[in-house]
């Protein structure tokens, strides 16, 4: 089946530590996207790629890294430096910017 | 950058009832986009209508692209339309979701 398959599911760190969440797509698209939700808000951008080995800073990059070494991947970092880091994240891809785009089924991340 | 709102924040209908969701979006745009994001958080996709007119069974969608709007209709609600409805506008680069609207269908 072709999709967007984002791990894990659910996932709780000690405050301080780095985590990576995981993102793979096998839907041959271009672009991928990190969103960040929190409780009861909408959806906020992180990172984008367009491109494999290129990304660009969303709206609230701060605290946070990524990497596209590969088409069909695309991890995020939440490095100790995000102040709040307790969200659910959501990772997306389309052909292209400005195309169709689909989503993962999402992870929560408990910072405790 | 590019802004978008969505109305009414919340909705509450009796299953059975139709409604009209709006999304207003500062500038042109190259695609919009509409969800609905399911109890378990998963975005669903509903449509995707940078103009015109589409129908998939008792939801519809409508984006008038010069007057910077488009309009998600739900004939007919049923309780498995409860969640949040969000609308995501691009131009050029930037990928923009709206606040959301919460619509809560009542058995």
């Known amino acids: 089946d072709g999709g967007i398959t984002q791990s894990p599911k659910y996932l709780f760190r000690k405050e301080g530590q780095n985590v990576t969440l995981s993102c793979e797509q096998n839907?041959?698209?271009?672009?991928m996207y990190w969103y960040r939700q929190d409780p009861g808000q909408g959806l906020r951008l992180i990172y984008y790629?367009?491109?494999?080995?290129?990304?660009q800073k969303g709206d609230i990059a701060e605290g946070y890294s990524v990497s596209r070494e590969k088409k069909e991947s695309f991890p995020l970092t939440v490095t100790s430096a995000q102040k709040n880091p307790t969200a659910f994240y959501l990772c997306?891809?389309?052909?292209?910017?400005?195309?169709?785009?689909?989503f993962g089924q999402g992870t929560r991340l408990t910072v405790v | 950058g590019i802004q978008v709102e969505q109305s009414p924040p919340d909705l509450i209908l009796q299953e059975g009832a139709n409604s009209t969701l709006r999304c207003n979006f500062s500038?042109?745009?190259?695609?919009l986009q509409w969800f609905h994001q399911n109890p378990w958080g998963q975005l669903i996709n509903l449509f995707y209508?940078?103009?015109g007119t589409k129908q998939n069974g008792r939801l519809s969608a409508t984006t008038v692209a010069t007057e910077r709007y488009s309009l998600l209709y739900i004939s007919s609600s049923q309780t498995t339309d409860s969640g949040v409805y969000f609308c995501a506008a691009t131009y050029g680069q930037n990928f923009v979701f709206g606040p959301g609207t919460r619509l809560s269908v009542l058995p």
């Open positions: 997306a891809s389309s052909i292209g910017i400005g195309f169709e785009a689909f």
């Open positions: 839907l041959n698209h271009d672009a």
């Open positions: 790629s367009q491109i494999v080995n290129d990304f």
């Open positions: 500038d042109s745009v190259n695609n």
């Open positions: 209508i940078p103009s």
